[in-house]
């Protein structure tokens, strides 16, 4: 597996409007059998990304290739090697839920008995069969999520393409979702996701991206780019007018510490255990220590301030 070609390959990638550029020359790859992911502020140029990826938006600029093939000149035989779920609910409110998976396989040409097959098979796997005859206006929020999936998956596709997949869903629905997709993916499935929540990128990518200003800050494991941003343990430190400049006065005189200044509190990031850190600062027993998190690194990156 290793030494076959990515199945997602850009180089140079870009995308403009007018005089904007909303992607700036990106190269990334997508690995057969993972679960990639985009992060980045609103604007970033991550639905960008994705939408020139599903044959959605042309290119500007520079070459991607899905499964050795050019989005550009095969559009057609790209598309049919995606499965798509999109932020938008796109359902048909006039039909049953089992009907909106039969009429969505005719798009592929599969027969009917082939359709009716993989619907049932996709309803099961999203714990949906109950509702099968049911229209899509009475299924809850997190249900109307896992029939989009369910439907993208009825072409047997070699990528699936996720954009923010569990947005709006309660925690129950959206671990239910999660447990789903990393199903699919230990059975080979090639995933594509972009999200807003840090711990869903953490708990499903193998490998992701964070944007910002239409290119790539930095890419890796979630695992290697905590350890590279964020290190080990986090203190959150408040302290008064007063007491800054005594804090900032010992933080500069312990090496191996990198401090993001937010204004009205100090990210203090450590290599090691932030106890002794914090004793050694004098800072109180009960200051609130934590495990470093991919959030501390987008925010690291991005900055702390809202964008839009």
Known sequence: MADRPPLVSARGLTKRYGNFTAVAGVDFDVRRGECFGFLGPNGAGKSSTIRMACCLSPLSGGELLVDGLDVQREPRAVKARLGVVSQDDNLDPDITVRQNLIFYARYFDLPRHEAERRADAALALFQLKEKAGEKVDDLSGGMKRRLAIARALISDPVLLVLDEPTTGLDPQARHLVWRQLR??????????????????????????????????????????????????????????????????????????????????????????????????????????????????????LTGRGLLD
């Open 183 to 300: 199903g699919l993916k230990e059975q080979g499935m090639t995933l594509l996701l972009t999200t807003h929540y840090m711990d869903e990128a953490a708990r499903l990518c193998d490998r992701l991206v964070i944007m910002h200003q239409g290119r790539i800050l930095v890419q890796g494991s979630p695992l290697d780019l905590i350890r590279e941003h964020a290190g080990y343990e986090v203190i959150e430190a408040e302290p008064t007018p007063a007491e800054r400049p005594e804090l900032l006065r010992r933080l500069h005189q312990i090496e191996g510490l990198q401090v993001e200044d937010a204004g009205d509190a100090l990210y203090i990031f450590t290599e090691g255990f932030g106890a002794p850190v914090a004793a050694q600062l004098g800072l109180p027993e009960d200051i609130l220590i934590r495990r470093a998190n991919l959030e501390d690194v987008f925010l690291r």
